[in-house]
């Protein structure tokens, strides 16, 4: 058995819980097995070195912020190696860049292009753990490079797809993917298992558990991935492509929730060719990605629409800005926004045959009094704009609609 | 001109001493010029890894330290490049490896094998100032290793040879090298020049200035090198292979102290052939470096001589438990050992051509009162062990008769 485990930041933040980190890898695997811990930097190191960093220059190069920051995991897998072998376990350290991690020169937020993981395999091959640092890797002309938020689930994930593990484990705070946030629905559910693309759909519509990256990754080289506890035992959650349990038979995989949306209504919009390609061609020339539209007739008279749509909230200054340029090119009649709103989506590939799913879930909404300001669907999913004062209830009115026995 | 500089951690410790050496390498090189800049870790960088490491396991390998430690100067090359570039110069930090120090796999005390500056010498012809990590490299499996005591130097001085370069400035926290410690002797001259090997001997005999390996290492590459003060801008020493100036006339150069010394008297030992060679070869199998030695026939008629020797203090312990050994072997009438020495030694190439030197040190002395417990010299020093509360005025006696002019 290979298998690929990552642990984040807060697991290894200070000796004492790099030492637990690797009592438990030891514990849970046997002596034949091949064993690569990915890890990222030490609780707060990051932030030490960004302080550090902020004391010389407010204006700091990419290539150098990441020769900086490239520190703090060479420090966590130099530590958890050296607690491996205090243990008696042979163990051995590698950066990215000699884990063969090579990425894109995109310094700060750069891709991985490839990995040659000879010097892993050699390593396993002597019956070694291999410590390998998470998050960072090297371009082509050997420049220390990091791999930006999320960094360490995806140089786990790859390594596990260029060592073909039979396994890919993401040691979190949470211990496992559950069918909505069990903060917002108390009888939220953990899943067993989920698909890749049920994944990729949580967390575009806000279920913060993977990042999206490294489940694509998972998907592209067809590494399980197994989200984990590090604070406990339970069992998790497995992302991969295809059911094995009998988790069949749920239609619906999952509630979402996501308050990071804004609502933009341009009322009074000439109904002329051309006019929809103007709005959404000015904001993606500044890289704003919109994601519900919604376009309606306001008056066949006066030959005139309404273009609802949405964006992260965070954008919405942003947005507002090109959009009031915009109205006045094509001659709109107001521009009105709304940031108390949140986005609650039902996902699941199930959904696909099952042509009701949308039906019962408006129902649900509709029991609970809450008023659907806009809808759109994707193949795998179906979401809801609504009041955000509103969301939690409807989250969990859908969740109880979809997942009755719980 | 092609210049490397050197900062050692003292210089480097805090964001404003990494700013001010960014001032004063731009204050002090014209625009055209190559420049290279080797750094080591921060302040105490070192010594928080250390406490880190310690807090997993006591008993480390060098290999997992070697990798910890590394990072100290890879955050201090990364901060020293942001600082030039936001003074608005072009720089560019590498680490050892990246900078291409190849180095032996002796971890924690690795030696420069090779050096390929061809990354260094492709960042110079971009016009950049080059910051490189000092006091570490990469063995031939690419694996992180460093150099140990005094490994910035020999990293500087390795690179400017490699590189060609004019001169190799060390900055460290004295002004230079001196004819005797300034602290011992009021009147001590800062020496303009020195000759590598009469460097070598004054750190081979108590002078601390410079590490051995590096002055070694300049010799080899005729790279002169200039020790500096970070804290002035006075004009320091250069060591290199001739003098250019007018101190060729002094016959001296220096007077050194060593008062990590200890001595053993080995008493009523058979004068037998091969006796000594049971003596030191029992030392040297327990890598022991003895220093001055000196036998003495004890008497004619009982057919046993004396054998004195000196070792560093630290190693005495080491020394005594061979030396009940050895000496019951041969048979020994006592052994009797003495902490409280020092060495006091004069220092000049110049010694060479003249005869009367030896005599001149021991009528100072003889002045002063001192009584000489053994002699030692080489090709340009003469060394004398003295009680080690005379040792001052030892120092004091010899440099007074050496140099009447200061």
Not at 105 to 119: E, H, Q, V, Y
Not at 141 to 157: E, F, K, Q
Not at 226 to 254: A, D, L
Request: proline share 3%; net charge negative; glycine share 8%.
């Amino acid at each position: 058995m290979l298998v690929v485990k990552k642990f984040g930041g807060s697991s290894v933040a200070t000796p004492e819980k790099i030492k637990a980190v690797a009592e438990r890898v030891i514990r849970e695997t046997n002596p034949e097995d091949k064993v690569v811990v990915v890890v990222s930097a030490m609780g707060d190191t990051t932030d030490d070195l960004l302080q550090l960093a902020g004391a010389i220059s407010s204006n700091r190069s990419a290539r150098e912020m990441d020769m900086l920051l490239a520190t703090g995991e060479q420090v966590s897998i130099a530590l958890l190696a050296m607690a491996f072998q205090a243990k008696g376990r042979d163990a051995v350290s590698l950066t990215g860049p000699q884990a063969g991690i090579q990425t894109s020169d995109t310094f700060s937020k750069a891709s991985i292009l490839d990995i040659c993981p000879a010097r892993v395999e050699e390593e396993l091959a002597k019956g070694r753990i291999v410590v390998v640092a998470g998050f960072q890797g090297r371009t082509r002309n050997n420049d220390i490079t990091t791999l930006g938020r999320g960094g360490s689930d995806t140089t786990a994930v790859a390594l596990a797809g260029a060592l073909k593990a039979d396994v890919c484990e993401i040691f979190t705070d949470v211990d496992g993917v559950y069918t909505a946030d069990p903060r917002v629905v108390s009888k939220a559910r953990r899943m067993k298992e989920i698909t890749y693309n049920e994944m990729l759909e949580m967390a575009r519509l806000g279920a913060v558990v993977m990042q999206p990256r490294s489940v694509e990754m998972g998907k592209r080289y067809g590494v399980p991935i197994h989200v984990r506890s590090t604070f406990s035992n339970e069992p998790g959650t497995i992302i991969r492509e295809e059911y094995t349990m009998e988790e069949k038979e749920f239609i619906i995989r999952g509630v979402a929730q996501d308050n990071n949306v804004a609502k933009i209504a341009v009322l009074g919009v000439p109904d002329q060719p051309g006019i929809a390609y103007k709005i959404f061609s000015a904001l993606a020339a500044e890289h704003i990605d919109v994601d519900m539209i919604v376009q309606s007739i306001r008056s066949s008279e006066q030959n005139i629409i309404d273009m609802v749509f949405t964006v992260a909230k965070t954008e919405l200054d942003h947005v507002k800005r090109i959009m009031d340029q915009v109205g006045k090119d094509i001659g709109v009649m107001g521009i009105v926004t709304d940031e108390s709103v949140a986005k609650v989506s039902a996902v699941g590939a199930g959904m696909l045959g099952n042509p009701g799913i949308a039906a019962e879930m408006f129902g649900a909404l509709a029991d609970a009094g809450i008023n659907i300001e806009v809808i759109s669907t994707s193949e795998i999913s179906i979401s809801c704009l609504v009041q955000q004062d509103r969301a939690k209830d409807a989250v969990n009115a859908i969740h109880q609609r979809f997942f009755k026995e719980a």
